[in-house]
């Protein structure tokens, strides 16, 4: 259908966004202006998709490379190192201001490149994605990219499939639909067209409803696109995780504290050995020359290069096992982790739930294989059971 006045279309879909679930199809059809027949006109594709933008995840603002290669300064003991290479300066001793200088350079090449690396590995990804949908256009179905989808589209939905944006069904045939990735339910929930929902309900009971991001496990449906991008259920959670927040580290925390008793021993040492040479009568000059001189010996130079040398091992090893770490100190959070608690074992995995260990007649057995196949044997104190009887 077509319709001029993109401001109209974009209020009233404001009016049914929040619970489209509790309304009557015949009114998000009217509301949304769209023909559950024929969908929409590729014109009114065209002219929706100018309104409403593209149907995409909010994503957290990308960083320039200049402002990534300094993010790498953005350290208590490369703030340190820099005052030495200062204070080296001041001394006419361009040997230690070269090399720490050095040091410092290297350090913020090695932290740059894994983190541009690592980012650029993440946008090929994003490319061979490329996920499609099925779409009523004209009477005529349709196969285009999920980010062309607008509010109003009519999609076709089926079993496999990766449900492109919010959408209000308005057939069902069997259809269940895997949430865990919303509602950590690892079991398909069953949907059904037809029921009417009045009141308010969890998003797990909006029976009616399915939801950008979640899997269709079997049967197969057709509904009306009610949200996309950053409205969807899914885009509202990316928002955010898109709010930039960045804590440090325990070993950037350890650093800090190590640089500050640094920096107290080197002003410690540097006032104890001023004031012995003061009242020996030295010369100002040469004793102001010899607590510079000590100052920049306290500090360790080759500290932040061996720490950042053995994250980036880190990052290659990670890379080796199929897991990109986009930012070089999350290697450290990773390792400083010891358990992980989780009240959905499945969900953090595959959205499976498998038994890998029986007790049975005060005996321990372990389960290999994985998944659901029926492959894989019984096992007890590492000897495989032939003739296992449960009752």
Do not use: H
């Not at 080296?88 to 983190?115: H, R």
């Not at 949907?191 to 029976?207: P, R, Y």
């Not at 290659?316 to 070089?328: E, Y």
């Not at 499976?352 to 492959?375: C, F, H, Q």
């Amino acid at each position: 259908m077509e319709n001029n006045d993109s401001d109209d279309i974009k209020d009233d879909l404001q009016k049914i966004i929040t619970s489209p679930y509790t309304l009557q199809l015949s009114a998000i059809f009217k509301n949304l202006q769209t023909d559950p027949e024929n969908g929409l006109s590729q014109e009114e594709g065209k002219n929706r998709l100018s309104t409403y933008g593209k149907n995409l995840l909010p994503e957290p603002e990308k960083v320039s490379l200049v402002k990534l290669f300094f993010k790498q300064f953005a350290n208590f003991m490369i703030y340190i190192l820099l005052g030495a290479v200062a204070l080296s300066l001041f001394l006419q001793d361009y040997k230690d201001a070269i090399l720490i200088g050095l040091v410092v350079i290297v350090n913020a090449c090695i932290g740059f490149f894994q983190e541009y690396k690592a980012e650029k590995t993440l946008a090929s990804l994003k490319k061979m994605a490329s996920p499609t949908a099925k779409v009523l256009r004209d009477d005529q179905i349709e196969e285009i990219a999920t980010e062309m989808l607008v509010p109003g589209d009519i999609v076709i939905l089926e079993e496999g499939d990766i449900i492109p944006a919010d959408v209000r069904l308005t057939v069902s045939v069997g259809l269940t639909v895997n949430e865990a990735i919303l509602t950590g339910e690892s079991v398909p929930s069953q949907k059904n067209a037809d029921i009417e929902i009045q009141n308010k309900v969890a998003l797990g009971d909006q029976l009616n409803m399915v939801f950008m991001g979640t899997v269709i496990a079997s049967g197969n449906g057709r509904g009306v696109v009610v949200a996309t991008g950053a409205s969807s259920q899914m885009g509202k959670i990316a928002q955010t995780l898109a709010i930039p927040y960045e804590k440090p580290t325990p070993l950037q925390k350890n650093l800090d504290t190590l640089g500050k008793y640094l920096i107290a021993a080197a002003v410690g040492v540097s006032f104890l050995i001023f004031s012995i040479g003061y009242l020996q009568g030295r010369e100002l000059e040469e004793l102001l020359f010899t607590v510079i001189s000590l100052a920049v010996a306290v500090i360790p130079e080759g500290l932040v290069a061996v720490v950042t040398i053995t994250m980036a091992i880190g990052v290659q090893r990670m890379a080796k096992r199929s897991a990109i770490v986009r930012n070089l100190p999350a290697v450290e959070t990773l390792g400083a982790v010891n358990v992980i608690c989780s009240d959905k074992t499945g969900t953090l995995t595959e959205g499976k739930m498998v038994a890998t260990d029986l007790w049975v007649g005060n005996k321990l057995y372990t389960v290999s294989g994985t998944g659901i196949r029926p492959e894989g044997d019984i096992y007890c104190d590492d000897k495989p059971v032939r003739n296992l009887i449960m009752i």
